[in-house]
């Protein structure tokens, strides 16, 4: 059975923007150097060790908007 390679992986599209293409996965808990490199590189966002109940799992970095799903 062949599976379809993606090389980007499925993000919600923002709202706002209307579109996936700034949106960048929140990353909690323990932070390396790996996932700073990565936030750099734009390409997830760190969310902080801590992580609260509601806290957003995607981050638009083209205008700031957190959001669930
Ligand atoms: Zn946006």
Redesign the pocket.
Known sequence: MARVKRRKPFAPR????R?NR??VPVVYGFVNDDLIEKEHQGLLKIGGVARMVEAPNWY?K????EFLR
Request: hydrophobic residues 15%; aromatic residues 8%; neutral net charge.
């Open positions: 923002c709202r706002v923007c579109t700034y949106v638009c083209e205008c700031g908007n």
